[in-house]
């Protein structure tokens, strides 16, 4: 696997996750930021997007990207957004609207990672806006790691697949625990858990995990 991830940041919250999840994925995947300009993608095989979202949305440079760029087509594609909503329908929400439909489908990995307000550095009208999804009135950090090691070895996985399933699913039972499992089991692409012997049960994850092992 050859991966790459393109992300678009306004605060730097997203760009540092974007090498967090570079680290879950392997050594050596770089780290393309939209303000520098579309990268050239060509070399990678793997292509992972990510964006921040404010007010519901996602940057407007990844809108544009994904929607007019055509180096992404046959890639494995995984997506991500950096935010605080906590409400798992809006975390969706924000998913699903960051991202063409035509990405949505045919992602191996979809995650919502987390983020990190300062609202010391807000103005009064963006204080606002964040109170209504992260009822914070004080600095808070939110990245979450587990999520994104776990997206990092949905990718790993899922790379894995097609040439080695048991190792895919070692991979995947190991590395992700329960939650992992979980989010698994979320997955709506041709990477399929339950060919991985993976179930939407966490506790059977988990067994089929020892079973293997
Ligand atoms: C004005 C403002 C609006 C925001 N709106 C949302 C939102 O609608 N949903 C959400 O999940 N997070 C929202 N956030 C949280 C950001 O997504 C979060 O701070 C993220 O880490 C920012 O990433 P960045 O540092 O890469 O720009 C908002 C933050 C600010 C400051």
Aim: proline share 4%.
């Amino acid at each position: 696997m050859r991966a790459a991830i393109v992300v678009a940041s306004m605060r730097g919250t997203t760009a540092e996750v974007a090498c967090r999840v570079a680290e879950a994925i392997a050594d050596d995947v770089p780290v393309f930021d939209l303000v520098d300009g579309p990268p050239v993608v060509s070399a990678f095989d793997t292509v992972v997007l990510g964006t921040a979202i404010y007010r519901g949305q996602p940057m407007a440079s990844m809108r544009r990207y994904a929607a007019s760029t055509t180096d992404l087509v046959g890639k494995r594609i995984a997506l991500f957004v950096c935010g605080m909503s906590r409400d798992p329908v809006t975390r969706e929400a924000e998913l699903a609207a960051a991202y063409p439909g035509a990405l949505l489908d045919v992602a191996v990995a979809r995650g919502f990672l987390g983020g990190r307000v300062q609202t010391t550095s807000l103005n009064a009208l963006e204080r606002l806006a964040v109170s209504g999804v992260a009822q914070a009135s004080q600095d808070v950090d939110a990245i979450d790691d587990h999520a994104i090691g776990a997206f990092g070895a949905i990718v790993r996985a899922s790379a894995m697949w097609a040439s080695d399933a048991t190792a895919a699913a070692l991979e995947v039972t190991r590395t992700l625990g329960p939650q992992g499992a979980r989010l698994v089991s979320e997955q709506r692409s041709a990477f399929d858990p339950s060919a991985l012997g993976c179930s939407s049960d966490v506790n059977a994850a988990s067994h089929t995990a020892g079973s293997l092992g």
